[in-house]
């Protein structure tokens, strides 16, 4: 997929585990591994808001276009 | 309401069995008469509960064989879509009913259900034929499996379509 998801990179910039984001984010944590592993099909608004939120990042810090992997 | 709902489906899995093994049953009777008649055509007359095919036999031979092997044919695909229809209830689970197995099944027995057609129009064009050129009295095969492989078909592709988009609901976070 040309969207490469890097939640694993905010994750350890935050020193921040998986559980804990879960817990943080209200979603769960298969879920958030889907998303992590580049999985998901889609993303709510509100997911991204809350991870934004529990991660103080943006959306540009945790989502990535990459042309090449299209 | 869930037990109501099982209750039918193994209801309806056993007629299916039913259905299958009948066809079967009717086949393989249709089989054993013809192989009958080879020796003794008095049994044209009668292949399988009253079907008489004789007029054919006392015709020719070959036509007869043809005609006997499209009703043979044609009760095997039927049994081959009880198949289906059993496999498809065997595999239908009512928490989660879009399945990609269920919606294969459902097209395979569309295009059973199609082959079946084309199957019923050649014998049709095939006794049409001998009708108009031996005077032989033809019976036709019906000509509505078109119209039943074609409502499968939509349905199978409706239902592909909704497993698509349950499995993209399961992927979005």
Redesign the interface.
């Known amino acids: 997929m040309a969207i490469i998801v890097n939640l694993d990179v905010m994750m350890a910039k935050r020193k921040m585990s998986l559980n804990e984001l879960s817990e943080a984010v209200g979603?769960t944590l298969s879920?958030?591994s889907?998303?992590k592993n580049g999985?998901?099909?889609?993303?709510?608004f509100s997911?991204l808001a809350a991870i934004c939120n529990a991660l103080d990042c943006q959306p540009g810090d945790i989502l990535e276009y990459n042309q090449s992997a299209l | 309401m869930k037990n109501t709902s099982e209750l039918l489906l193994k209801i309806m899995r056993i007629l299916a069995w039913f259905v299958f093994v009948a066809l079967l049953i009717k086949a393989g009777a249709f089989l054993m008469s013809y192989g009958v008649s080879i020796n003794n055509p008095e049994a044209a007359n009668d292949l399988y509960r009253g079907t008489d095919l004789s007029r054919y036999e006392r015709y020719s031979f070959v036509q007869y064989s043809l005609i006997v092997f499209y009703h043979i044919i044609l009760y095997i695909l039927q049994a081959y879509i009880a198949l289906f229809v059993v496999n498809l209830i065997k595999n239908i689970n009512l928490e989660k009913p879009f399945t990609i197995m269920v919606a294969t099944i459902l097209q395979k027995i569309s295009v059973t259900i199609f082959v079946v057609w084309i199957l019923a129009m050649i014998h049709n064009v095939h006794v049409a034929i001998l009708e108009r050129y031996a005077g032989i009295k033809a019976s036709f095969f019906s000509g509505e499996y078109i119209f039943l492989a074609g409502v499968i078909f939509v349905l199978a592709f409706i239902f592909k379509k909704g497993v698509r988009m349950q499995?993209?609901n399961e992927?979005?976070?």
């Open positions: 979603v879920n958030l889907i998303l999985k998901a099909k889609a993303i709510r997911t | 499995h993209e992927l979005t976070i």
